[in-house]
C-alpha cells in the first residue's frame, strides 16, 4: 500500500515536502505501527536492562567488600576469644555496617566482644550469600528480557524486510 498526500496549495515548483511526507497518523500504516512497538520495545528493555547493570554492580561491590570485612573480623574474632576484651570496629567497617543497616549508629561506634563479632560477621556472611542468590534471580529475568529483546528485533527485522520488499516492487513498477 502507498500512501500519497497530495496538498492542493503547493504551486508548481515549490514546496513538495509534504507530498511525500508519511501519514499523518501511525494508526493508519501497520508497518509503521509494528515498527514503532518494536522500537518501543527495544528501548523499554534497554532501560531495564540498564537498571539491572547499575544494581548488580552496587550489590556485587558491596558483595566483594563484605568478604574483605569478613576475613577482618575472623582475625578480630581470634583476637577478642583469646584476650576476652572489647575493641572497636576499624572506621571504614563501622560505616559499612552502618551504611548497609546491619548495625545503628550508636552500636557500630560501642565497643565489640567476641559474640557480636561473630553476629555481625554472620550478618555479613548472609549479605554476601544473598547477593549470589540474588544474582541467580537476576540471571533468569536478564534471560526473559534478551528473548523479549531478541522477539522485538526479530519483529523490527521483519518489518524492515517488508519495506525492503515493497521498496523493490515500487522500484521494479516504475
Do not use: C
Not at 4 to 12: D, E, H, L, Q
Not at 97 to 112: D, E, H, I, K, Y
Not at 119 to 137: D, I, N, Q
Not at 138 to 167: C, G, H, P
Amino acid at each position: 500500500m502507498i500512501y500519497r498526500i497530495v496538498s492542493s496549495t503547493a504551486a508548481p515548483g515549490g514546496d513538495i515536502s509534504d507530498a511525500f511526507a508519511p501519514p499523518s497518523s501511525a494508526s493508519d500504516n501497520p508497518l509503521l505501527q509494528t515498527m514503532a512497538r518494536a522500537s518501543d520495545q527495544m528501548e523499554r528493555l534497554r532501560t531495564q536492562v540498564d537498571q539491572w547493570m547499575a544494581s548488580t554492580r552496587a550489590r556485587m561491590a558491596d558483595a566483594s567488600q563484605a568478604r574483605q570485612w569478613i576475613a577482618t573480623l575472623d582475625r578480630m574474632h581470634r583476637r577478642l576469644v583469646r584476650d576476652g576484651a572489647l575493641e572497636p570496629l576499624p572506621d571504614a567497617l563501622r560505616d559499612f555496617a552502618v551504611r548497609q543497616g546491619l548495625l545503628s549508629s550508636s552500636q557500630a561506634s560501642s565497643g565489640f566482644d567476641a559474640s557480636s563479632v561473630r553476629s555481625l560477621k554472620t550478618s555479613l556472611t548472609s549479605m554476601v550469600s544473598g547477593a549470589s542468590e540474588s544474582s541467580t534471580v537476576e540471571q533468569i529475568e536478564l534471560r526473559q528480557f534478551l528473548s523479549s529483546y531478541e522477539n522485538a528485533l526479530t519483529l523490527n527485522n521483519a518489518v524492515i524486510a517488508k519495506l525492503r520488499d515493497i521498496m523493490g516492487k515500487i522500484v521494479a513498477s516504475l
